[in-house]
């Protein structure tokens, strides 16, 4: 099993500041990483996928980059719909696996 | 548009049976991987099992293998989990999720969930 490790668990910052989220694969996934975001009382929702192809819809302040087993989403110029919590997701091997989240607060 | 509406959650003893359907609209059910992920209270997402566009090819979490099974019926464009066994820690918010191709199984749509409590 491919274990996928966040980090950090909480990222505390003010709107208008750049957040970074890092994803670990225990083995290389290639490109097959997704990033996505989740809001309270929400379903999961698709930001990134390909390690950096950005989903229909999802403005361009989501970056995704990486690939083998270090992988990064970058979410510039923080506003307050952003504040929700992130996973990353591999879909390189069976069984598909997340990330256990990263909370972006507001500081 | 495309919609997943999942159904079927509830409360069940302990060693009880559930099926959970999710009736897919707004795109070619047929020509796309399905798969189920839940989540449980304060949890991340936990993959639970995925099929392929045929039905024929299924994968499962080893948490669940041997007491779940993935089924669909692609003329009526319905996903299903038949749930065996059930055991307390299976207790979660059951996603309906469409994969974004017949072969790339991350999920570009989500239903809202249907809730499992697995309680005596």
């Known amino acids: 099993e491919t274990v996928m490790t966040q980090s950090p668990a909480t990222l505390s910052l003010s709107p208008g500041e750049r957040g970074t989220i890092s994803c670990r694969a225990s083995?290389?996934?290639?490109?097959?990483l997704a990033w996505y975001q989740q809001k309270p009382g929400q379903a999961p929702r698709l930001l990134v996928y390909g390690a950096s192809v950005r989903a229909t819809g999802v403005p361009a302040v989501f970056s995704g980059s990486g690939s083998g087993t270090d992988f990064t989403l970058t979410i510039n110029s923080l506003q307050s719909e952003h504040f929700a919590v992130y996973y990353c997701?591999?879909?390189?091997?069976?069984?598909?696996?997340f990330g256990g989240g990263t909370k972006v607060e507001m500081k | 548009e495309v919609q997943l509406l999942d159904s079927g959650g509830r409360l069940v003893q302990p060693g009880g049976s559930l099926r959970l359907s999710c009736s897919a609209s707004?795109?070619?059910?047929?020509?796309?991987?399905m798969g189920w992920v839940r989540q449980a209270p304060g949890k991340g997402p936990e993959w639970v099992s995925s099929?392929?566009?045929?039905?024929?090819?299924?994968y499962y979490a080893d948490s669940v293998k041997g007491r779940f099974s993935i089924s669909r019926d692609n003329s009526n464009n319905t996903l299903f989990l038949e749930m065996k066994n059930l055991r307390v820690d299976d207790t979660a918010l059951y996603y309906c999720?469409?994969?974004?191709?017949?072969?790339?199984?991350?999920?570009?749509?989500w239903g809202q969930g249907t809730p499992v409590t697995v309680s005596s």
């Open positions: 707004g795109f070619q059910f047929m020509n796309y991987g």
């Open positions: 099929l392929s566009v045929s039905g024929r090819d299924t």
């Open positions: 997701q591999q879909y390189n091997d069976w069984p598909l696996t």
């Open positions: 999720a469409k994969a974004s191709s017949s072969i790339h199984f991350h999920f570009d749509k």
């Open positions: 083995q290389s996934i290639g490109s097959k």
